[in-house]
């Protein structure tokens, strides 16, 4: 079903940048320093694929439907997709502050690090639940036509990005998924 393979091969492309994010997180630890063009470029890929676009077929598109077909939302696993969608901008938002702030010379690197690793491990089990869970469970109750809806309502969130961004982001995370 596109419904969930779409947004599969979505995953594949955002834990490819997380692998390339914790390369880098792993060469602090060791004692190198940290690019601020490529926390910034992590950043706007994250608000840009992961949130704006994948989210967005997530919270437009996909889990309405599988709501209509009775997954729950509040108290069942779409809430708390739901729920790690924000904390992931939190997140995200605390990432770019603390690079603007070390750049300006008014924080450090550690800060940085440590709200990208927690954002890395949140959105890998975010991920992984999705895949999982979530999916599995949309694929038993989801009809044919749903699927059709729902692969519509996706290509217009993509359209809303504008012409040629999905292809940009997607180069944007090659790009950051290389090791270094
Ligand atoms: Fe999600
Ligand atoms: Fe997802």
């Given at each position: 079903m596109r419904s969930t393979e779409e947004l599969v091969r979505d995953h594949e492309v955002i834990l490819g940048v997380l692998d390339g994010l914790e390369a880098r997180l792993r060469a602090v630890q060791s004692g190198g320093t940290l690019d601020p063009g490529y926390v910034r470029e992590a950043v706007a890929f994250s608000q840009?694929?992961?949130?704006?676009c994948h989210h967005g077929k997530e919270e437009r598109c996909l889990f309405p439907c599988l709501e209509r077909r009775g997954v729950p939302r509040e108290g069942g696993p779409i809430g708390v997709m739901l729920a790690e969608h924000e904390m992931g901008r939190q997140l995200v938002r605390g990432i770019a502050d603390a690079v603007d702030r070390y750049e300006a010379g008014r924080g450090d690197l550690g800060e940085v690090v440590d709200l990208a690793w927690k954002y890395v491990e949140l959105l890998r089990a975010h991920i992984a639940k999705e895949n999982e869970v979530l999916f599995p469970m949309g694929e038993a109750v989801l009809q044919a036509s749903d699927d059709a809806d729902v692969g519509r309502c996706y290509d217009g969130v993509e359209h809303q990005q504008g012409a040629g961004e999905h292809q940009r982001l997607t180069q944007l995370a090659e790009r950051l998924s290389r090791p270094s």
């Open positions: 840009g694929f992961v949130d704006r």
